[in-house]
């Protein structure tokens, strides 16, 4: 090839790149900028991704559930037309609703976090329940139980005698009754209370031997045992229901007033139960069934109850001399019938401290201050 065909080519080709160079200067921002857009695109898309993600766990978290329960008094009977009461932390007013006919109550779309039932029924103590319900939780409580509200009557006296404050305290006393209707008069809420007198611990013995409540209670035991035939040396018919009346009868008043009042008397012991109401439920049921053995005297101070032990034997030898021959059995017969006396005072003690205490509508504290 000749020397001009040469430069002729060279210059050919250095022709065709000049003209194509601005194509290529143009077309490189397009490459460098294609990476760039793909990378901001996909960090967008992560972007909403992660705000679509939060926003479904908000969402989640905050998600309304619900509270719902039963209502029963304390024998198991749904209570109809009670009022529920729900209140928020932080909230002194609430929402209320009423249980139906089964005693059930429900509250829907609520907010999770902690909160508080109110329960109350005309008659019955008012209960509170305190929960924390979750996010989109279907919460449901324990059976919720109302007992019979207890009237508490505090009664501040100053400037009394001690006499005078006994009086004032057995007047209470005997407003006592077991689901308002038994008399309860030989317990005393009142951990301090004054020392009686003999006068009134004859008073209360009368008071107990004579309430028509205890003369018809005589009368339901003599049908029962002329029903089961016992003492059956008195025969049936109503000559051996007046027999069995006028013996039960013996019996309870005998026990009244020996154990609760002359004893007591002589030997300067107060014949009340002193109800405990605190510490341990072994402790209580310890405190209780000694309460046969063990009581206050009037002196304040815990002693050997010698009243309600002497009492229960002289009273079952008494029950002796008028039973029919065939039901007592000498010696024997005295001394069972008094352990069984003081077993049957060992176990009201229990029935007391656990079970009468919750019952008495007119169960008076009393806070006294004596000068």
């Known amino acids: 090839m000749s020397v001009s065909a040469k430069e002729s080519l060279i210059l050919g080709l250095g022709k065709l790149v000049w003209l194509n160079l601005p194509a290529l200067l143009c077309s490189f921002p397009a490459w460098s900028q294609q990476p760039i857009y793909q990378t901001a695109k996909s960090v967008l898309a992560d972007s909403q991704k992660t705000h679509a993600s939060a926003a479904r766990q908000q969402h989640a978290e905050h998600q309304a559930g619900s509270i719902s329960g039963k209502v029963v008094d304390q024998s198991g009977v749904d209570i109809a037309g009670a009022v529920v009461k729900l209140t928020r932390e932080g909230q002194s007013s609430g929402l209320e609703v009423t249980t139906d006919e089964d005693g059930l109550f429900a509250f829907t779309n609520v907010a999770p976090g902690s909160f508080q039932l109110t329960i109350s029924s005309p008659d019955l103590a008012s209960q509170e329940f305190d929960g924390t319900v979750e996010s989109g939780e279907a919460y449901v409580t324990p059976v919720i139980m109302l007992v019979i509200s207890t009237q508490v009557t505090e009664v501040h006296v100053e400037g009394l005698t001690p006499e005078e404050l006994a009086d004032v305290q057995i007047k209470e006393e005997e407003k006592q009754r077991v689901f308002g209707v038994i008399p309860n008069f030989y317990v005393s809420y009142e951990p301090n209370a004054a020392p009686l007198t003999a006068k009134h611990k004859f008073a209360l013995a009368w008071k107990s031997a004579s309430d028509p409540v205890t003369l018809v209670g005589v009368g339901v035991l003599a049908g029962i045992g002329q029903a089961a035939d016992r003492w059956g040396g008195y025969g049936q018919g109503a000559q051996g229901y007046a027999k069995r009346y006028g013996a039960s009868y013996a019996n309870v008043f005998a026990a009244t007033f020996i154990g609760g009042a002359v004893m007591p008397s002589v030997l300067k012991q107060d014949p009340r139960y002193f109800y405990k109401g605190s510490g341990s439920k072994r402790s209580r049921i310890l405190y209780a069934v000694a309460s046969s053995v063990k009581c206050k005297g009037d002196n304040g101070h815990w002693q050997p109850n010698y009243s309600?032990?002497?009492?229960?034997?002289?009273?079952?030898?008494?029950?002796?001399?008028?039973?029919?021959?065939?039901?007592?059995?000498?010696?024997?017969?005295?001394?069972?019938?008094?352990?069984?006396?003081?077993?049957e005072t060992s176990l009201a003690g229990v029935l007391q401290e656990f079970v009468f205490s919750k019952v008495a509508p007119n169960r008076p504290r009393r806070s006294a201050s004596q000068h």
């Open 308 to 343: 309600n032990i002497i009492g229960s034997f002289a009273g079952a030898g008494l029950q002796a001399l008028y039973l029919p021959a065939n039901d007592r059995r000498g010696s024997g017969f005295v001394v069972s019938s008094a352990l069984i006396r003081l077993g």
